[in-house]
């Protein structure tokens, strides 16, 4: 048995990002730390894992996990949940993550905290209490489970930083052989079609210049580009830009778009809405141009000009270049 | 061959209602409903029902809407019907107020199960109350269908099922067999408009309404597993720091001398 139990994720022979803020999530929790990794595709021992804050690295080995099927990783972690019987498990809010821990919580007839920014145990029942947004991010609940284990929890993105590696950590590694039926797998991947990407990723820029129904057409953007260009940046956008056909969704940030925590979140033309702010809200320093003095962008940045961005945008990207040469 | 599909909405409170308006009850742990502004249908279910009617009418089928709740509003349950959807049913009970995302796949399951004809269950990504994205998943596993979600586009062809979900850099296309589940994204594009014939049809049309006893419900299976302990509206301790200039244009340049001066760029 294993006190809590983290769904890791693999990418290129190493853990994926999100997985290591799991395992500082499980960390802060208390208690022996597990990961269950699908095995084909690790490179050698999981020392990366331990490193990061786990006790034991469960080998999920099973031919179906090569591929990507979600069929056979849902059932592939009922199989190590049932196994390693663990109070809580953690999960990422991830592509295939947000279909995993729903699933797996329903065939274990066990509850499922959506979203948590954060978890916590309460020191009197000794049981889970999840801190998450709700009506996105217009209020926030704190939930706890009924009295059945595992108490799962989906943590949002950037919710934990992962923790320092200490290389000098050590752990145990349990094969699991989950011999999973063909049957499992209901859904075929056919095919994965990947945009092209030029320049920094918007998730790991350090500044992002984000733009809304505000700039009014997908021209602006290019003004937008220019900007990032000069800082080193990536551009993101309001679902009501990306849905207007002016950028395509790759570039939303937000509750269902994507999570950015850049220094610096600069927004034009952006109202932001609960929504949009819950992609953005971890970064360090909001900048917000907007012409309305009343706009929820401006509760949540920390600089801000009000007008129009056809009169201050060429001044500010004016000023940029001539200080950044 | 014609698809049998069942859409699964639900009302929600409008989530554009603006900050000042958004009140909550925190004794009961539930947000008041805003004065005057009237609920909506949940954004992705009408994109699911959008799905739904693209399949009719490549494939032919029929499209019932199912919705479970309290004090439906008819005009926003019955938009569904306006778009071109065929029947309508409600499982409407005081005695499922405020179930979780488990009960309420239950009750839902079992409500599809007595419609019983159905290729295709379409339910939308997330519900934007409590952005759960669990119901439909729990339904799929209740039932035992296949489940393809956050599509972008669904397509029945002879062998099944073709669906792409939108993923974040891109979109991947899986296949399934029919009965199956999906669930669908704004991606998928905008929901068509009722036509005012579609409008006159939905108000002749009267729902079929079922409560909890007629569906046969178990209470224990009704019983939540995660409790809300604490429900309140976050309050920011950010102040904006206001750059101003003699003109608009000056503002500009004054924001980046700022961000440098702060070591920003
Ligand atoms: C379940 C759910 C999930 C959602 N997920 C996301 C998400 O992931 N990401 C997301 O972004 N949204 C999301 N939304 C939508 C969100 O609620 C808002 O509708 C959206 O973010 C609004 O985009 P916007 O700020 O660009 O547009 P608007 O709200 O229309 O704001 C435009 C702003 O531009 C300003 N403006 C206009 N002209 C000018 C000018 N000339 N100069 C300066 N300023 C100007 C206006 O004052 C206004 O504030 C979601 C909604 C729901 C219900
Ligand atoms: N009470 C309900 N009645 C009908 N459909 C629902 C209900 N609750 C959830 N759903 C469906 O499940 C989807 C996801 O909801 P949720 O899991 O609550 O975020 C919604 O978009 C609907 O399609």
Known sequence: ?325 | MPVDMIVCVKQVMDPETPASAFRIDPDARRVVEPPGIPPVLNGFDENAVEAALRVKEASGGTVTVLGLGRQFVMDVMKKPLSMGADELVLVEDDALADLDSSATAYALSEAIKKIGRYDLVLCGRQASDWDNAQVPLGIAELLGLPCLTIAQQVEVVDSGLIVQRALPDGYEVVEAELPALVTVSNELGEPRYATLRGIMAAGRKAPTVWTADELGLEQARLEPKVRVTDLFVPVSEKSCQFIEGVDEDDAGRQLALKLREDKLI
């Open chain 1, 1 to 325: 048995m294993v006190e809590i139990l983290v769904l890791g994720e693999l990418a290129d022979g190493g853990l994926e990002p999100v997985t290591g803020e799991l395992l500082a999530a499980a960390r802060g929790l208390g208690g022996e730390v597990g990961v269950a990794l699908p095995d084909p595709g690790m490179d050698g021992e999981p020392s990366e894992a331990f490193a990061l804050g786990a006790d034991i690295a469960y080998l999920l080995q099973d031919p179906l996990l090569a591929g990507p099927s979600i069929d056979a990783r849902v059932a592939a972690f009922e199989h190590v949940c049932r196994q390693t019987t663990p109070r809580v498990v953690l999960v990422g809010r991830t592509g295939s993550g947000l279909d995993i821990g729903p699933r797996l919580a329903f065939r274990l007839g066990v509850g499922l905290a959506q979203d948590c920014t954060e978890v916590r145990l309460d020191p009197d029942t000794n049981r889970v209490v999840a801190t998450r947004p709700v009506y996105g991010g217009n209020a926030v609940a704190t939930v706890t489970f009924a009295d059945v284990d595992p108490q799962v929890a989906m943590i949002r993105g950037g919710a934990y930083d992962q923790l320092t590696p200490d290389r000098s950590r050590t752990g145990e590694v349990v094969s699991v052989t989950p011999r999973l039926d063909p049957s499992v797998v209901k859904v075929r991947h056919v095919e994965t079609v990947l945009r092209e990407r030029a320049g920094v990723r918007l998730e790991d820029a350090n500044v992002v210049i984000a733009g809304g129904r505000g700039l009014g057409g997908p021209e602006p953007f290019a003004k937008l580009e220019e900007l990032a260009g000069l800082l080193g940046g990536a551009v993101g956008a309001s679902r009501a830009a990306c849905d207007a056909g002016w950028l395509d969704h790759s570039h939303q940030v937000g509750l269902t778009g994507k999570t950015v925590t850049p220094d610096l979140y600069i927004t034009v033309g952006i109202s932001g809405a609960s929504q949009h702010m819950a992609g953005c809200s971890g970064a360090k320093h909001i900048v917000a141009i907007n012409r309305d003095p009343d706009a929820n962008i401006f509760k949540e940045a920390t600089y801000g000009v009000v007008g129009d961005w056809k009169r201050i945008l060429p001044t500010f990207i004016e000023t940029v270049r001539e200080l950044v040469s």
